[in-house]
């Protein structure tokens, strides 16, 4: 007789935000109890969606990952997410230190670098089991997910970069479009507005009749980070050079780039489409950092004729 | 009053009012600004509607933060609410302000204006950065307190204890909730100069106190202490608190307690050659006639006498102004047996070792030769009746070895990392401690001036060996 048998069991796991019933194979190893085993698994489940405010939503089969940028929260996908709800399975989730992630587990040492943050994002994946998943990124958040689809190439199908940008301060041949002392006064900026902060950040809402959804869930939470770890986050951020990462991504990728955009440059958007293997980079119409704020439609658009090609 | 009158004070307080009115699109194009506004940014209308965005108004800090904070905010949420910018001025210094914006959207939903009214908000942010400035100056100030080693606390006038730092309850054990809001006087004792009312009052009076004190530990052992007292004055003019800082001098005692067994020590030394002296004079004086031993003696002891002053001298020397060595070229060869001479045969035998070639270092004739006349005595102290002391002289690539060797009781393993420390004394085979622990110090102190170090190897019954390292340097290394 062989020594020790595997036992399975079966947690079903509703979740608050999620809308319908997710089923978890559990695998007990050799010295645990099978209920043991499902009380654990059970646990670290709840904890990382915790953690991350994950929300997950959508009919459809292929999933659609969702990572916001610095300085908000998933909610900034809120224009975008109604288009592609019917076709994909769509999760959404906060950084930690940002929305309504859990605070308490935001850790100096592992925020350090991107890497943290990249670490996070697959977590959820493993969790939740993903596979070739369409990876959405804002701004941080691209090089985020870059990092993610170099150490686990399988979870990704496509990588869908908004406004990315591997380096921000200026190099030898490289314009990311700021000196050291830009960034330095940016982080000071930071400071400045702390004060002003949690009066701004968390405001009552002043009669917006056009909007009334936005409900009590949105306005104290949007864009409400706590300011030290929005200090080391953006201190984090526009420090980063992901230059060299680029080449290693083996995901199909496009560049969504705006016009007139002060954070990420054409020229930064072209220097990432270069450098990765197999991209692609359209220029949208709209100006800014934000088209999927500004310009929900023509994003929408940009996304969904990448997805069909 | 007429309609007219009223309509112009509303657009003359609309345009030139305390406040920034601005208009602009979703992508920030600026639609309409009112003229204080205008003033404000330095440009011309012109410069400014239809040519501009609001973003390229701002400083490049406020234009990321726009774009990824401010825009955001706006859109998800319709309004924003007092968010602070820096105006870049048009050939000026950057105008902090404020701004509360709203987003108007047409019939079927779709944003297409920005109102906002804009703040100055100079007063503001100086007492911003003012509270920050304090903010920050106060934790630096609780980061030194928390952090040192010293123990610095806070007590009320009446002498309750307020706050406790970390440097606190290292030295004394206490937690600082479980002693703040006690009576200080429940473990710091002044001692018997002073009493505590005679401290109170010094403190009411405004002079600072500094005493030595003693503290009652938790676990009920007692430490010394220096304590300064320094009073604070609350806004009413009366004592508010007063800061007490306590700083551990065990050490300083143990020093103190080193000086008062040094001036013993030396005083006994000192005063037994003198005994001898006199004693064989005396001898001379009262046979009236010539007594070769006694002579000797008297010769002897004056030498042992000479050593100590000398050893004295150059130990505070080397306190107070340092080892200054002036160095000429010496056969180490001659110096070793120019010190064995000196040393005097008598009933040792001392053997020198040299090596074929002369051995040439820079150093101080003198020093040098009190050090060679120190380790030999020692050598010559510790050793038994009889027994031989050698010097050998060997060169090790670029370094000259002078070592001492002697097969007497040897060096007690606990005695060999102090014993090239200031005052140290060893026990001798007869159970007395002589010397004044001045020796092994001085003969260091040289070896390092000259750039080289001193060393000990002793196995107690066996014997020791002192080697002298020197630099052997080359004419072209001066």
Redesign the interface.
């Known amino acids: 007789m062989r020594g020790s048998f595997q036992w399975y069991g079966w947690i079903f796991i509703r979740d608050a935000r999620c809308e319908d019933l997710r089923c978890k194979i559990v695998e007990s190893k050799p010295h645990e109890t099978v209920l043991m085993a499902m009380l654990k698994r059970f646990g670290d489940t709840v904890s990382v969606l915790k953690r991350n405010n994950v929300t997950i939503m959508g009919n459809g089969e292929t999933p659609m990952i969702f990572a916001h940028g610095y300085g908000c929260d998933q909610h900034m996908w809120r224009l975008i997410t109604p288009a592609f709800v019917d076709s994909n399975r769509l999760i959404l989730f906060d950084h930690v230190g940002a929305g309504k992630s859990d605070i308490s587990a935001y850790d100096r040492a592992k925020y350090s670098s991107l890497d943290g943050y990249a670490e996070d994002l697959l977590e959820i994946c493993r969790e939740l089991d993903l596979k070739n998943a369409i990876f959405v990124g804002h701004s941080v958040s691209t090089m985020i997910g870059v990092l993610a689809a170099i150490k686990e190439p399988e979870r990704f199908s496509r990588l869908v970069l908004i406004g990315p940008s591997p380096r921000y301060i200026n190099d030898t041949y490289y314009e990311g479009g700021f000196t050291r002392k830009d960034i330095d006064d940016l982080l000071d900026f930071q400071d400045s507005n702390y004060l002003g902060w949690s009066a701004s950040m968390a405001p009552v809402i002043m009669g917006s009749e056009n909007e009334p959804e936005l409900s009590e869930e949105l306005h104290n939470s949007f864009c409400r980070t706590d300011p030290d770890i929005a200090r080391q986050f953006a201190a984090v951020t526009f420090l980063s050079d992901n230059r060299d990462d680029l080449p290693e991504v083996r995901v199909p990728s496009l560049v969504i780039q705006c016009q007139d955009d002060a954070i990420a440059p054409t020229s930064v958007g072209e220097y990432v489409r270069d450098h990765l293997l197999e991209s692609d980079m359209v220029i949208l119409n709209a100006t800014g950092h934000c088209p999927h704020l500004s310009a929900p439609e023509e994003t929408i658009a940009a996304i969904k004729n990448f997805l069909d090609a | 009053m007429s309609d007219e009158l009223l309509h112009k004070s509303v657009e003359e307080l609309y345009e030139e009012g305390p406040c920034g009115y601005l208009f602009t699109r ?3 194009t600026i639609l309409r600004v009112n003229d204080t506004l205008l003033t404000w940014s330095g440009y011309a209308r012109h410069e400014l509607v239809h040519a501009r ?1 609001f ?1 390229d108004l701002l ?7 726009y ?3 401010f ?3 706006l ?10 910018f ?1 105006f870049a001025r048009h050939g000026r210094e950057p105008l902090p302000v ?1 701004i509360n914006s ?2 108007r ?1 047409d019939a079927d ?1 779709n944003p297409t204006l920005i109102a906002s009214a804009i703040f100055d908000a100079t007063d503001r ?1 100086a007492y ?2 003012e ?2 400035r304090s903010q920050r100056s106060s934790e630096q100030l609780a980061a030194v307190v928390r952090m040192s080693s010293d123990a610095i606390i806070s007590m009320s006038p009446t002498g309750v204890v307020e706050t406790w730092n970390d440097g606190a309850k290292r030295l004394f054990g206490y937690a600082a909730e479980d002693i703040i809001g006690t009576y200080i006087r429940e473990i710091l004792s002044p001692g018997d100069e002073v009493s505590w009312p005679e401290i109170m009052a010094d403190l009411r009076e405004g002079h600072p106190v500094q005493r030595d004190m003693v503290v009652q530990c938790a676990d009920g052992h007692s430490v010394d202490v220096s304590a300064g007292f320094t009073p604070h004055w609350n806004a009413v003019g009366s004592l508010g608190s007063v800061s007490v800082i306590m700083r551990d001098i065990a050490e300083r005692r143990a020093i103190e307690r080193l000086q008062q067994d040094f001036l013993a020590v030396t005083t006994h030394e000192l005063r037994s050659p003198v005994t001898g002296i006199k004693g064989n004079a005396q001898i001379m004086q009262r046979r009236a006639e010539y007594n070769e031993r006694a002579l000797e003696a008297i010769i002897a002891q004056a030498d042992k006498l000479q050593r100590l002053i000398d050893d004295l001298l150059l130990a505070s020397k080397i306190q107070s102004d340092g080892l200054t060595v002036v160095l000429e070229e010496t056969d180490l060869t001659a110096a070793a047996y120019r010190a064995v001479t000196y040393l005097g045969a008598g009933e040792r035998e001392i053997r020198v070792e040299v090596p074929e070639q002369p051995l040439v270092v820079f150093a101080d004739q003198n020093q040098l030769s009190q050090m060679l006349t120190n380790l030999l005595t020692n050598a010559i102290k510790y050793s038994a009746e009889g027994e031989g002391v050698t010097v050998r002289l060997t060169r090790h690539g670029s370094e000259a070895h002078i070592s001492v060797i002697d097969h007497g009781v040897g060096i007690a393993r606990d005695d060999l990392p102090h014993l090239f420390d200031r005052f140290y004394r060893v026990r001798d085979t007869a159970g007395r401690v002589p010397g004044l622990g001045l020796g092994l110090y001085i003969c260091r102190r040289i070896a390092e001036a000259h750039g080289g170090r001193i060393d000990v190897h002793s196995q107690p019954g066996h014997g020791s060996t002192f080697t002298v390292t020197l630099p052997m340097q080359t004419t072209q290394d001066r």
């Open positions: 979703i992508d920030g965005r973003q400083t490049l800090p406020g234009q990321i933060f774009e990824n904070q825009f955001p905010l859109r998800m949420q319709g309004s924003v609410k007092e968010v602070a820096d404020l709203i987003l959207t939903g942010r911003e950065l509270l920050i």
